[in-house]
């Protein structure tokens, strides 16, 4: 029986600034991970030129979008309510 393993990891700092006086609000890293196995052959990946499209279907990108999550969900819990100037 073949076998094979991929991991990837990424990493993103994180800085949420108030723009109109420079003050640094909030900072962090956040990471993200992904393992893939393959117990019935060898993983072959292809490369798609442009963008991210080259790390389609593969932990990389699996490692991306748990990163991004993490950011978004940092960016929310970390901004104060009196920056939202949505209004209905």
């Known amino acids: 029986v073949l ?5 990837a990891h ?3 700092d994180i800085r949420v600034i108030d ?5 640094l609000v909030a900072a962090t890293s956040v990471t993200g991970s ?6 019935g052959g060898l993983i072959v990946g292809s490369r ?3 963008g991210l499209g080259g790390y389609s279907k593969t932990p990389v990108e699996k490692a991306i979008r748990v990163a991004l999550s993490e950011a978004v969900n940092f960016i929310v819990t970390k ?3 009196q920056y939202y100037h949505y209004q209905q």
Do not use: C, E, Y
């Open 3 to 7: 076998g094979a393993m991929k991991k």
């Open 10 to 12: 990424v990493a993103i």
């Open 19 to 23: 723009t109109r006086t420079s003050r």
């Open 34 to 39: 992904a393992t893939d196995f393959n117990l």
């Open 48 to 50: 798609v030129g442009g």
């Open 79 to 81: 901004t104060p309510q």
